[in-house]
């Protein structure tokens, strides 16, 4: 394979997984929204830039034509995330893409989660357009806690004792380029869970053996996060939120870790792993 589009690769997963193409030696296209943001995909080793109006379709076209895949990635708790992977894989499908990859989330198909139920719906457009694509199903990320775990706090607005399966950001990113560069893949799905049950408490306790400095955790009321960080937010993208955290609060976010074993062929990092080389 010689180019992949990967789609939002100016965020976090995109540009984790753009570093991890271009390490097996893969020309990546970066579909980002805005020329702005291009300089931020150059960084992470893009050869090239096409801006995509993921909401419109417009430059979708164009951004597929050539590429040998398609790796695609919405933006986050996105409302029109069914209609924007409808557009991405029927652009796929007139350029005729040989591998298409869709970054959904793990239990997409839980109903108390709305964003996680689009992710379900979208992988169904995916697959009625392209039934060869690969579906990546990722827990959360350690990279979510990683600055505030080196800062000294843990503060998140759910609980802090029910377990989590949270998988290292550079794993899923080596699972991405692994399947869109080798045969085999084709039509399957792979929940992407680390290889440790965690709760958030248990995380900081962790943290602080690494560090060697004190960790606090602390639980953020629901009014707090409401009043401070989900007061930017559109009001859907801020009910989503509040429906994962009331879903983290009955039952944290757990998955098995045996594909991910097997895709990378080694164990997956762990949180001390990432904290101790991060």
Same mark, same amino acid.
């Given at each position: 394979?010689?180019?992949?589009?990967?789609?939002?690769?100016?965020?976090?997963?995109?540009?984790?997984?753009?570093?991890?193409?271009?390490?097996?030696?893969?020309? +990546?296209?970066? =579909?980002? #929204?805005?020329?702005?943001? &291009?300089?931020? /995909?150059?960084? $992470?080793?893009?050869?090239?830039? @096409? !801006?995509?109006?993921?909401?419109?379709?417009?430059?979708?076209?164009?951004?597929?034509?050539?590429?040998?895949?398609?790796?695609?990635?919405?933006?986050?708790?996105?409302?029109?995330? +069914?209609?924007? =992977?409808? #557009?991405?894989?029927?652009? &796929?499908?007139? /350029?005729?893409? $040989?591998?298409?990859?869709?970054? @959904? !989330?793990?239990?997409?198909?839980?109903?108390?989660?709305?964003?996680?139920?689009?992710?379900?719906?979208?992988?169904?457009?995916?697959?009625?357009?392209?039934?060869?694509?690969?579906?990546?199903?990722? =827990?959360?990320?350690?990279?979510?806690?990683?600055?505030? /775990?080196?800062?000294?706090?843990?503060?998140?607005?759910?609980?802090?004792?029910?377990?989590?399966?949270?998988?290292?950001?550079?794993?899923?990113?080596?699972?991405?380029?692994?399947?869109?560069?080798?045969?085999?893949?084709?039509?399957?799905?792979?929940?992407? =869970?680390?290889?440790?049950?965690?709760?958030?408490?248990?995380?900081?306790?962790?943290?602080?053996?690494?560090?060697?400095?004190?960790?606090?955790?602390?639980?953020?009321?629901?009014?707090?996060?409401?009043?401070?960080?989900?007061?930017?937010?559109?009001?859907?993208?801020?009910?989503?939120?509040?429906?994962?955290?009331?879903?983290?609060?009955?039952?944290?976010?757990?998955?098995?870790?045996?594909?991910?074993?097997?895709?990378?062929?080694?164990?997956?990092?762990?949180?001390?792993?990432?904290?101790?080389?991060?």
């Amino acid at each position: 394979m010689t180019t992949v589009l990967v789609i939002g690769a100016a965020g976090k997963t995109g540009r984790a997984v753009t570093r991890s193409l271009t390490s097996h030696g893969v020309t +990546v296209r970066a =579909a980002v #929204r805005s020329p702005e943001r &291009a300089e931020t /995909a150059y960084a $992470a080793g893009a050869r090239s830039i @096409s !801006v995509v109006d993921l909401d419109s379709g417009l430059g979708l076209d164009d951004a597929v034509d050539g590429v040998d895949g398609v790796y695609h990635l919405a933006p986050n708790v996105h409302p029109d995330e +069914v209609a924007i =992977a409808d #557009r991405v894989a029927g652009a &796929a499908v007139r /350029a005729g893409v $040989a591998r298409f990859v869709f970054h @959904s !989330v793990l239990h997409p198909h839980d109903p108390s989660m709305p964003h996680h139920l689009r992710k379900a719906e979208a992988e169904k457009v995916v697959r009625t357009h392209l039934p060869g694509a690969t579906v990546l199903r990722p =827990a959360a990320y350690h990279q979510n806690l990683l600055d505030a /775990a080196h800062a000294g706090r843990l503060a998140v607005p759910y609980s802090l004792e029910t377990p989590f399966t949270n998988v290292d950001l550079d794993d899923v990113a080596e699972v991405a380029a692994t399947v869109l560069t080798r045969p085999g893949h084709e039509g399957v799905t792979y929940d992407l =869970a680390g290889p440790e049950v965690l709760s958030v408490r248990e995380q900081a306790h962790v943290a602080a053996d690494v560090l060697g400095h004190p960790v606090e955790v602390v639980r953020v009321e629901v009014a707090e996060w409401v009043a401070g960080p989900g007061a930017s937010l559109a009001p859907q993208a801020r009910d989503d939120l509040l429906a994962m955290f009331g879903s983290y609060d009955r039952g944290g976010l757990v998955g098995e870790a045996a594909a991910l074993r097997r895709l990378l062929g080694r164990e997956p990092r762990s949180w001390a792993d990432v904290i101790t080389h991060t």
